[in-house]
Antibody
Framework: QVQLVESGGGLVKPGGSLRLSCAAS????????MSWIRQAPGKGLEWISY????????YYADSMKGRFTISRDNAKNSLDLQMNSLRAEDTAVYYC?????????WGQGTLVTVSS | EIVLTQSPGTLSLSPGERATLSCRAS???????LAWYQRKPGQAPRLLIH???SRAAGIPDRFSGGGSGTDFTLTISRLEPEDFAVYYC?????????FGQGTKLEIK
């Protein structure tokens, strides 16, 4: 069955960096677009970015451009999100999900807390 | 950016009843690019409906979506105990792909 497992979350100081990973299994990873989506405490879901199966197409929400970088390693069935210059408002649960603009499978999420 | 407003915020119903959830967009959504998700506590969101009215794979036929333009609905014809959850609408007609704030469907 399809499984997506995020890792890499934790506590980071404002201005710091963090790299999230998502391990995928149960499907041909390289055949699918993948995305990152987040949900801040008490807030709604927010799409961050997607990447095509071959990594040739990458798209970010305007508010995420410049600080976040999505990447993937199809040999390892892995999706990453590099987050730089983190701010308190980046505190959220980060989900990886299969798909580009709709998402049929999601992981359980990993919590990122940005605080001094 | 398209803002999606869901109503009601909380809906209290009993198993066996019919649930109607609303999602209103701040501007028309092209080609009915509207999806619905279900989320239960401690679980990942689950895609229910896409293109406004097409059920995703494995979704029971008691779930149906409708609407166009700026007004969309999710209907659950006869509530089962496992249907009590939070429901989100999401548009994907243009970036950014935004979500509604959610409707909590709770047992009365």
């Amino acid at each position: 069955q399809v499984q997506l497992v995020e890792s890499g979350g934790g506590l980071v100081k404002p201005g710091g960096s963090l790299r999230l990973s998502c391990a995928a299994s149960g499907f041909i990873f390289g055949d699918y677009y993948m995305s990152w989506i987040r949900q801040a405490p008490g807030k709604g879901l927010e799409w961050i970015s997607y990447i095509s199966g071959s990594a040739t197409t990458i798209y970010y929400a305007d508010s995420m451009k410049g600080r976040f970088t999505i990447s993937r390693d199809n040999a390892k069935n892995s999706l990453d999100l590099q987050m730089n210059s983190l701010r308190a408002e980046d505190t959220a649960v980060y989900y990886c999900a299969r798909g580009s603009i709709t998402w049929d499978y999601w992981g359980q999420g990993t919590l990122v807390t940005v605080s001094s | 950016e398209i803002v999606l407003t869901q109503s009601p915020g909380t809906l209290s119903l009993s198993p066996g009843e019919r649930a109607t959830l609303s999602c209103r967009a701040s501007q028309s959504i092209s080609s009915s690019h509207l999806a619905w998700y279900q989320r239960k506590p401690g679980q990942a969101p689950r895609l229910l409906i896409h293109v406004a009215s097409s059920r995703a794979a494995g979704i029971p036929d008691r779930f149906s979506g409708g609407g166009s333009g700026t007004d969309f609905t999710l209907t659950i014809s006869r509530l089962e105990p496992e249907d009590f959850a939070v429901y989100y609408c999401q548009h994907y007609g243009s970036s950014p792909y935004t979500f509604g704030q959610g409707t909590k469907l709770e047992i009365k």
